[in-house]
């Protein structure tokens, strides 16, 4: 089985509850990746619900990238 997941997250921000789009790498399901908005790398970490990251004094949370898990081989 394989397991793919979306180029793109949604990040919240914890202050004013907005919301923006951003591109994902190096994800690890359960563990972390990195969110990439304007140039900007923020490593988000997982708590035990969710992702959480900070970056210039402002907190984002996140339920992460949609992960698609694809049967492969002999049917």
Known sequence: MRTINDAT???TNTRNEQSV??????FR???RFDAYIA????PMRWNGKV???NMHGMEFTSAGPT???VKE???
Do not use: P
């Open 39 to 42: 140039t900007n790398k923020i």
């Open 29 to 31: 399901e359960g563990e």
């Open 51 to 53: 992702y959480v990251g």
């Open 9 to 11: 997250v949604m990040l």
């Open 21 to 26: 789009e951003a591109e994902c790498d190096n």
């Open 67 to 69: 992960v698609h898990y």
């Open 73 to 75: 081989g002999r049917r």
